[in-house]
């Protein structure tokens, strides 16, 4: 799950949840380290601080479309939101992505669509002449 290359028959087994009440099948000793690290990673608490914040940006997000307001830092809270992307994409990432495409071709896609999300909004906040 973690590198994307089939399992096959291993004997890497990852026990996770919070209970262990499934297993993630790793294709190597490596793969099953670095998928290891990612749960624990991924399962701070640093993570209820970024739900709070990507709540605080999207509120931001839709009062300011809502009432219609246009001033030149409208579109920070959208860069905002691509930052929190790109520190934990797991925050907006389901399994499925990870069970298709691997943690890592996920993570670093999600990244770069953050660093995408980043720009434009720099580039918006930039160039915008309200």
Same mark, same amino acid.
């Given at each position: 799950?973690?590198?994307?290359?089939?399992?096959?028959?291993?004997?890497?087994?990852?026990?996770?949840?919070?209970?262990?009440?499934?297993?993630?099948?790793?294709?190597?000793?490596?793969?099953?380290?670095?998928?290891?690290?990612?749960?624990?990673?991924?399962?701070?608490? *640093?993570?209820?601080? #970024?739900y709070i !914040? /990507?709540? &605080?940006?999207?509120?931001?997000?839709?009062?300011? +479309?809502?009432?219609?307001?246009?001033?030149?830092f409208?579109?920070?809270?959208?860069?905002?939101?691509?930052?929190i992307?790109?520190?934990?994409?797991?925050?907006?990432?389901t399994?499925?992505?990870?069970?298709?495409?691997?943690?890592?071709?996920?993570? *670093?896609?999600?990244? #770069?669509?953050? !660093? /995408?999300? &980043?720009?434009?909004?720099?580039?918006?906040?930039? +160039?915008?002449?309200?």
């Amino acid at each position: 799950m973690y590198c994307g290359k089939p399992a096959g028959k291993t004997k890497h087994i990852l026990r996770a949840g919070k209970k262990e009440e499934y297993d993630i099948y790793c294709c190597g000793i490596q793969c099953y380290q670095d998928m290891k690290r990612y749960i624990e990673s991924t399962s701070s608490k *640093k993570k209820n601080i #970024l739900y709070i !914040a /990507a709540a &605080v940006f999207v509120l931001m997000n839709l009062v300011i +479309f809502g009432y219609k307001m246009n001033f030149r830092f409208m579109y920070l809270p959208m860069t905002g939101l691509g930052v929190i992307l790109m520190i934990s994409p797991s925050i907006y990432v389901t399994s499925w992505f990870f069970e298709k495409y691997g943690v890592k071709r996920t993570v *670093k896609g999600v990244r #770069l669509a953050g !660093a /995408a999300i &980043v720009l434009l909004g720099i580039l918006f906040t930039v +160039f915008w002449k309200p």
